[in-house]
DNA sequence: TCGGACCCTCACATCGGTGTGAGGGTCAAC
DNA sequence: GTTGACCCTCACACCGATGTGAGGGTCCGA
């Protein structure tokens, strides 16, 4: 598919596309007419990548980590320096960071809304048509 | 307690404190020589905007759940309007969509290390000191 | 052969989080 | 009364993700 339908189907702009391919996040072939040309995977590639932007994560750690996820069972270990993998275990920890904040920070607004119907249905209860001070 | 001390135990610049106040998501008094004064609870706070910031959170929006966050017993209802209600679910669904992207790319990653060391040890197991293709 | 929808490559603009520095005050210690 | 560590308020600079527009090609249908 060219970039006008990859655009659509992902929602990120034509630009946005061409900047992931330019910080290496996607890959295109090209056509005769120097048209970019996209297979079908690169839809679910794409939103993987805006997932872990819109997570915080830079384009740089997003280059790093997604060959990794890409082949889950064809692992080239050849590509596996020691520093990558020390990378790799260094960013998992961070990303387990930030789902603990995450997960804390979510879980919390959770309980306030709750708290907030629960209090709104005491008041509807205690002073129907009034208001709560 | 002031700035400095302030940022050495939260790992905050001082730009960035000063930053943070004035964007609503921490509070200082100031002392007679126009100093700001921190108290205590403020080191906690600043961990948690700085992991809100670092999951990708907007000050904007942090800024709007942080009050919801701050008084889990103490519970204001009058300060929830409905359209406040609404922003936080749909920002609580966000954070779900975040935990969920970064969990499952955490655990791919996790996988991959583990593959690897497997790889690894087979590797060493088969070819000692020979290298693998 | 034209028009319009699509694509290309620049390149500059914007916005949010952060660094840095200028110019200047406060205060404790010498 | 000077020095040095701390604080203040600007204000501009930077970087990364993204928008926008200029200038120009390709291709399809009227």
Redesign the interface.
Known sequence: MRIGELSERTGASRRLLRYYEEQGLIVSSRCANGYRSYDEATVDRVA?VR??????LPTRIIRQ?LP??DK?RA?H??D?TPEM?AT??E??DR?????R???R??D??????E??RA??RA?AASAPGGG?G
Do not use: H, K
Request: aromatic content about 4%.
């Open positions: 993987q997932g872990l932007l819109d997570a915080g980590i990794c996820l889950p692992i270990f050849p596996a993998l790799l275990e960013e998992r990303m387990t960071a930030r789902i904040c995450l997960t920070n979510r919390a607004i959770s309980e306030y809304l708290a907030v209090g709104a008041d709560g």
